[in-house]
């Protein structure tokens, strides 16, 4: 990766995690819904604390389902509605396992073009249209990894992978807000 940290956290642990661990990233991307960029993102973090070890698809996918949802539960709760996104973490790291021997890297860096790229991070659960668009910006213009073609799949509108500084969150978060307004009112 080209970048020692992502600096989305306030926490500077949690924002090298990011950059280092590509399931860290994954997770992070997937809960960010419903809480602030920074929580969603410090959660796996937080996440690898409790489980004590360095977080992998394939060691959380063995993992009694009921055990790993009680780390997201546990306070302060990893995200805003723990049980169900918990239940979520935990179905992509299967999905990671199953289709990608657990390394989540492999969903980049062996697709053939970012049209693929898209469609497998489409396949995997709680990888929504936008969330997709949006990790494949996060792999192009964060970490440099993306295949070629990416930018034609990725996000065109403001979000966390136009962050490049800690400060740059509040100019993203007025811009979603912005957006959401001119939507309510067309």
Known sequence: MTNESLPWTGDSDADRLLAESPLALMLGMLLDQ???????????YLLQERLGRPLDASEIAGMDPEEFVGHFVEKPALHRFPGSMGKRAFALCEAITEDYDGRPERIWREAADGAEFYKR???????????????????????????????????????????????????????????????RKS
Request: no cysteine; charged share 30%.
């Open 121 to 183: 991070l489409r396949s995997l659960p709680g990888f929504g249209e936008a969330k997709a668009r949006i990790f494949v910006a996060i792999v192009g213009r964060r970490l440099g990894e993306a295949p070629e073609g990416w930018q034609d799949q990725a996000a065109d509108w403001a979000s966390i992978a136009d962050v490049d500084t800690y400060e740059k969150i509040e100019e993203i978060r007025a811009a979603k807000k912005l957006a959401k307004e001119a939507a």
């Open 34 to 44: 419903q809480v602030k960029m920074e929580w969603a993102f410090k959660a796996p």
